[in-house]
């Protein structure tokens, strides 16, 4: 079964930084796109960042780029957010996605605040 668990969320100040890991497992990794959402409270989820399997490209929200920076590691099996400059309209739950299949983590919660 394709299992996808997030980490590495928790309470940080503002312009301080965090750095999530996804774990994933039941699928062939290397050869899927992935992506990182997420959502705030009364909010919609939205996609944050994503990352192709091979090649490097990679895409971000405009309310994120330049300060936040998706990464894979294949030979892990994880993908990472690095999320630096955070502001307090970054608080939310952070899911990991595959982007050609229907499966999503958990979520790790991630909030900015004084």
């Known amino acids: 079964q394709v299992q996808l668990v997030e980490s590495g969320g928790g309470l940080v100040q503002p312009g301080g930084s965090l750095r999530l890991s996804c774990a994933a497992s039941?699928?062939?990794?290397?050869?899927?796109?992935m992506n990182w959402y997420r959502q705030a409270p009364g909010k919609e989820r939205e996609l944050v960042a994503g990352?192709?399997?091979?090649?490097?490209?990679?895409n971000y929200a405009a309310s994120v780029k330049g300060r936040f920076s998706i990464s894979r590691d294949n030979a892990k099996n994880t993908v990472y957010l690095q999320m630096n400059s955070l502001k307090p309209e970054d608080t939310a739950v952070y899911y990991c996605?595959?982007?050609?299949?229907?499966?999503w983590g958990q979520g790790t919660q991630v909030t900015v605040s004084s």
């Open positions: 996605k595959v982007e050609m299949l229907g499966y």
């Open positions: 990352i192709s399997s091979v090649g490097g490209i990679r």
């Open positions: 039941g699928f062939t990794f290397s050869r899927n796109a």
